[in-house]
T-cell receptor
């Protein structure tokens, strides 16, 4: 399982774009990169998943460079409700486990 | 996305009693289910992985006899905390994954267990 490294915490303000980077130097060829969001006392919620280049959905964008050793979750125009912990996970469909790293605690201020 | 329902969302029990937590995949068949425990301001800690019809695989340090996991069908897994003690108080989360070509998993809303 590829280990991931994220900043422990980040702060930003409403209306700003927030980019959270995740390092996964040992990512394997078959691994996908998945990001989850978790609010207090709730289960994680799927945000976005990608394999390479760029993926965009209605919530976020995911940028993956050619070497795939890192990825960046981009949240456009954040609001107070985006305050949460964001987890980056790396793995493939044959992975017998889904292991969470420490995550990034994002705090959005007015 | 797919829906995973976890019940109950909160439970308070007395020391020495057992508590069962249910995890259901409502609109897909979950070939694999995961159970996590989460302490305040900490990440999710994987307790065990279960595949339908087979015994669960527990992570190192997790007591099999304390945390009984059953995955009897493709839509239901249960976690029973036996002879609960105050130190078992925690937030428990289940996750389910089906037959997909990627690793996306869906999570229940979690269960807050308080043992008094």
């Amino acid at each position: 399982l590829a280990k991931t490294t994220q900043p422990i915490s980040m702060d930003s303000y409403e209306g700003q774009e927030v980019n959270i980077t995740c390092s996964h130097n040992n990512i394997a060829t078959n691994d996908y990169i998945t990001w989850y969001q978790q609010f207090p006392s709730q289960g994680p919620r799927f945000i976005i998943q990608g394999y390479k280049t760029k993926v965009t959905n209605e919530v976020a964008s995911l940028f993956i460079p050619a070497d795939r050793k890192s990825s960046t979750l981009s949240l456009p125009r954040v609001s107070l409700s985006d305050t949460a912990v964001y987890y980056c996970l790396v793995g493939d469909s044959s992975a017998s486990k889904i292991i969470f790293g420490s995550g990034t605690r994002l705090s959005i201020r007015p | 996305g797919a829906v995973v329902s976890q019940h109950p969302s909160r439970v308070i029990c007395k020391s020495g009693t057992s508590v069962k937590i249910e995890c259901r995949s409502l609109d897909f068949q979950a070939t694999t289910m995961f159970w996590y425990r989460q302490f305040p301001k900490k990440s999710l800690m994987l307790m065990a992985t279960s595949n339908e019809g087979s015994k669960a695989t527990y992570e190192q340090g997790v007591e099999k006899d304390k945390f009984l996991i059953n995955h009897a069908s493709l839509t239901l897994s249960t976690l029973t905390v036996t002879s609960a003690h105050p130190e078992d108080s925690s937030f428990y989360i289940c996750s389910a994954r089906g037959w997909t070509a990627n690793t996306e998993a869906f999570f229940g809303q979690g269960t807050r267990l308080t043992v008094v």
